[in-house]
């Protein structure tokens, strides 16, 4: 069910750098604000072309959901855009999230789900193992409060609305999520409480690991 939206992204902090050198640069989106620009002017303000105001270069080498917040890791190079890329399209790229989902979620788990675009729904997606693309979710339920559990989440792929769709498919939608909740879970939190808390990549020139981990920006 897709409920009535408004574009008012957050503009405090305009942009938050976690990490900077000659090839990548991390950051920290905020819920509310898309990734990279939508179709209509009144929806150019973006991660992406803030980004860009101080990093012309910058080219963006993976997303997040305009809901979900957490860290996003730009290429300030293009050998270091093929680079990033690569360690995306090879899954060698590690990634940690964090949700609260309505209910009582099993303690740990998997989904293995193929994802598709809904054509009579977008943006939305839907399961189809027969035509869908291969999604892989890992998770773990760290809490329950009597109503709602937090969970983390450790995608294998990084389909489009991947972790939404699979913990709505287990029958526990992530609290405050406007495409895939039902009523009560929708109106249980004032935004999608999912955040990417972790990620892990290989620095494209050094070869070095480098981690990023944020603190929980919701409980």
């Avoid at 890791?73 to 899954?91: D, I, N, Y």
């Avoid at 294998?156 to 406007?178: E, Y």
Wanted: charged fraction near 20%; glycine fraction near 4%.
């Amino acid at each position: 069910m897709q409920r009535p939206f408004v574009y008012n992204p957050p503009a405090e902090p305009w942009l938050d750098v976690l990490y900077l050198d000659k090839d990548i640069l991390v950051v920290n989106k905020p819920s509310g604000l898309l990734t990279n620009p939508g179709r209509t002017e009144h929806m150019q303000d973006s991660l992406l072309s803030r980004v860009q105001q101080q990093f012309p270069l910058a080219q963006l080498v993976h997303r997040l959901d305009l809901s979900t917040s957490g860290l996003v890791v730009f290429a300030l190079r293009r050998k270091a855009e093929a680079a990033l890329k690569q360690q995306f399209a090879s899954r060698s790229v590690k990634k940690i999230y964090r949700a609260r989902v309505w209910g009582e979620i099993a303690e740990q788990g998997m989904v293995n789900a193929a994802l598709i675009a809904d054509p009579t729904q977008p943006p939305l997606q839907k399961i189809c193992q027969k035509t869908g693309k291969a999604a892989l979710t890992y998770f773990q339920r760290l809490s329950f409060d009597g109503q709602s559990s937090l969970v983390e989440l450790r995608p294998v792929t990084g389909r489009s609305h991947q972790l939404r769709v699979h913990m709505q498919s287990l029958g526990h939608p992530i609290l405050g999520d406007a495409f895939y909740a039902h009523d009560d879970a929708y109106a249980a939190a004032p935004r999608l409480l999912l955040q990417a808390l972790c990620l892990e990549v290989y620095q494209p020139y050094s070869s070095q690991l480098l981690r990023f981990e944020l603190e929980p920006d919701f409980d």
